[in-house]
């Protein structure tokens, strides 16, 4: 099995709700997470996307990002959201994906050494949700934008990967 496909097993297995939902990892590159949702097991009354599974799927390729970037880095850790939120552009009205990326390469290096020095660290991330058939640079506008704050603790006796602050 791919990284990918484990992670998903796992998400599946850790949170329920992602398998309810239906949420599906797409694609990861090391830089950027794209999961995607079917729009049925995720409408509210009017057919549209539910406020709370848009939320869902946003949060959960942020938080996925950041547990698959610590694993790159040979590190155990969790990932847990300090805070979060969301603004809903228009509604949702077809299957719909976000997409997280990483900031620039200098905040990634500097969190993965803070990470590596302090046990902990913490990292801001956006995520877009887009309506349509997933791909990593939609042409149409987003339908909605999540900001959050994360913070990772490295577990006791795990594995504190190499020093060199990639």
């Not at 309506?131 to 934008?145: M, S």
């Amino acid at each position: 099995m791919s990284q990918l496909s484990d992670f998903q097993q796992r998400i599946h297995d850790v949170i329920p709700l992602t398998r309810a939902m239906s949420a599906e990892l797409v694609h990861y590159d090391g830089g950027q997470l794209l999961v995607k949702a079917p729009l049925a097991p995720n409408s509210n009354h009017q057919g549209t996307g539910f406020g709370g599974a848009i939320y869902s799927v946003a949060v959960l390729a942020a938080w996925g990002l950041i547990e698959l970037v610590v694993a790159d880095a040979g590190l155990e850790g969790n990932v847990v959201i300090q805070s979060g939120g969301i603004d809903y552009g228009q509604p949702a009205d077809d299957d719909f994906f976000a997409l997280c990326q990483l900031p620039e390469e200098q905040a990634k290096a500097k969190f993965l050494t803070m990470l590596r020095r302090r046990g902990r660290a913490r990292l801001e991330l956006e995520s877009a949700v887009y309506c349509g058939e997933p791909q990593l640079a939609p042409a149409q506008p987003a339908v909605a934008t999540f900001k959050g704050r994360f913070v990772v603790r490295v577990q006791p006796d795990a594995p504190s990967g190499d020093d060199s602050g990639t």
